[in-house]
């Protein structure tokens, strides 16, 4: 369960990135004593433009998954927390899929992905991970029975394909993620949904007050999306406002110019776009009724 504004945020970014992909469940929880799965991800689709949009997101929602974030380096305890709710979860696979008659092959039982800030060589070492060829710099392979993954956010190349993971990092790194995202086009999708999860962890930050020193230095780069984050708001607010209120005026000037229309053809109206409603404002006065407006509107002229 969410138990810090950094799990929130790391659950809605972890679901904004793999939904694309299949099934996210954020309250999973272990079957036997209370213990919940920060995400379990099960893959239903498949969308090669939407991997590569994901970057390594993307790539890790090719098998059904368990992910971990943490905002510190986890201890052994807790690694060890991660492999048993994985072990479990994989029993109950299991069990489901012999209850089902299923035959169920080892590479499609859940693999355990823990998103750590840092990892020391100690930590590593010490569960035998090792790097991966396959995946590059950052991404540590436990032996291949455990069937469990650690990337080391910090040691993330910087590229496109990394850059969503990184928002995961802590310092440098994150803060260096946060530019990333603030330079992207304002017209990506991802930049907006995004910049729409840092000013939620910002508020949740203010709201608690419990804040490390690192997050007040952070706090000057998520304001920073916040208002950016706001300023697109007002924007698109401002730009909606003057849209509706030129249908507005146009329906008036056609209930004058032709008498009252009927509901299909307003709707009609009410669905155009700017342009098209700016031009349909220049052509009404040539309107003497119903019909003129339906010819323009079917045709874009009198005829």
Known sequence: MSRTPFDSFAKQLLEEFLSPFGEV?????????SRFVDVLF????HSTDAT???GLFGEIAATPCLLEPFRNQPSWIEVRNCLLKLFLVQA???????RDDERLLDAELPQLWILTPSASQTLLSSFGA??????????YA???ALKSMIIAINQLPRTEATLWVRLLGRGATQQQAIEEVLALPTDDSRRSNVLQLLVNWKISLELTELFEQEEQNL????SQAYLEWEQATRQQGIEQGIEQGEKALVLRLLSRQVGVL???MRHRIETLDRIQLELLGEALLAFSSLSDLENWLDHGSLQ
């Open 130 to 139: 090792k790097a991966s060829e396959h995946w590059g710099a950052g991404v």
């Open 25 to 33: 469940d954020t309250t999973y929880e272990v079957p036997g004593e």
């Open 92 to 98: 109950e696979t299991v069990r489901r899929a012999r």
């Open 262 to 264: 009927p509901e299909p």
């Open 142 to 144: 436990l032996p291949v």
């Open 52 to 54: 590569q949009a994901s």
């Open 219 to 222: 706090m000057a780069q998520l």
């Open 42 to 45: 099960i893959p239903t689709a």
